[in-house]
């Protein structure tokens, strides 16, 4: 939590510094159209173990994950973007653990997600070629879980529900008309409503301060 505020101070900041600079930094006029795409990628591996008097597990864990996030925008104003962005995001984790009791037991589970939602930036340039940004994002999303397990039915549900984001950002001007660009966490709050195999309905809304893998993009912006 310390390095998220800390973070937060830094990038606010920056951008006060940036206002109080001279007019020599990076400007997006009104009437650019942008087409963008970001991407966030995580694989991780992990071991575990528990153990008492009568029972002993050992477990190995392997998750991967995937997600796309292309967008196109509209400068309506000087350093002002609007437009929509849509995401598609996989997830799989595969875990095998052993006891004395049940032997070997295998999971496997798949969960995907697409979700659609307009979108609002504000640029804040540092240099010619160097730009903060801030992102507000609302919108719609759907998801699929899939679980395996050994001896077991497959097990499934579905969830549908929405979100508020605001992703803070920076991005570098390799030339006018194309920039990197790294997204560095997100505060939101987000609902959603699931239902499984079994016919349960589970209701949940959160809110989220997120600085993870999962939610550090990288990307590519092209404006004309």
């Known amino acids: 939590m310390k390095r998220v505020l800390l973070c937060t101070m830094l990038f606010s900041a920056t951008i006060i510094s940036a206002q109080e600079q001279g007019d020599d930094k990076l400007t997006i006029e009104k009437g650019t159209w942008v087409a963008a795409g970001s991407l966030s990628l995580r694989n991780e591996a992990g071991e575990s173990s528990f153990s008492d008097e009568n029972f002993t597990q050992n477990s190995d864990r392997d998750v991967f994950s995937i997600a796309f996030f292309p967008r196109v925008g509209y400068a309506f104003g000087e350093n002002w973007i609007v437009g929509a962005l849509v995401s598609y995001s996989l997830t799989r984790s595969d875990n ?126 092209y404006f004309f």
């Open 96 to 221: 095998e653990s052993v006891n004395n009791t049940q032997g070997v037991i295998n999971n496997e589970s798949k969960f995907e997600r697409v979700s659609l939602s307009p979108y609002v930036r504000r640029y804040f340039g540092i240099t010619k070629n160097l730009a903060l940004y801030a992102q507000g994002e609302a919108g719609v999303s759907r998801g699929w879980t899939e679980d395996t397990r050994d001896n077991e039915d497959r097990r499934t549900s579905t969830q549908n529900g929405f979100f508020v984001n605001l992703r803070p950002g920076i991005s570098f001007f390799a030339s006018k008309n194309l920039a990197f660009e790294s997204s560095i966490g997100v505060l939101g709050y987000s609902f959603e409503d699931s239902e499984n195999s079994f016919g349960n309905e589970v209701e949940s809304g959160v809110f989220n301060l997120n600085v993870n893998s999962t939610n550090l993009l990288f990307g590519l912006s």
